[in-house]
């Protein structure tokens, strides 16, 4: 056994790791494009939406790899 939880545990109901780093990951890239947009820096990107997607999906491997490690 190696100590690390296989679900996480929220009052009664159990959630799955990769549940919570995919949500951590769809806030930090909501929080990032905001940021793009206050300071418009996304006027020099091609599609935004698309580097939302990958910014969500970059920020869950991240985070992912941290939240269930190896």
């Known amino acids: 056994m190696n100590g690390y939880p296989g679900e ?40 935004p939406p698309g580097v939302f997607i990958a910014l969500a999906v970059i920020y869950t491997a991240v985070i992912g790899s941290w939240v269930i490690p190896i």
């Not at 990951?25 to 909501?30: D, I, T, Y």
């Open 8 to 47: 996480w545990a929220f009052g009664s109901v159990y959630f799955p790791p990769l549940l919570i780093a995919s949500f951590l990951g769809l806030l930090l890239s909501w929080t990032t494009s905001r940021l793009l947009n206050r300071y418009r820096l996304s006027r020099f990107l091609l599609y």
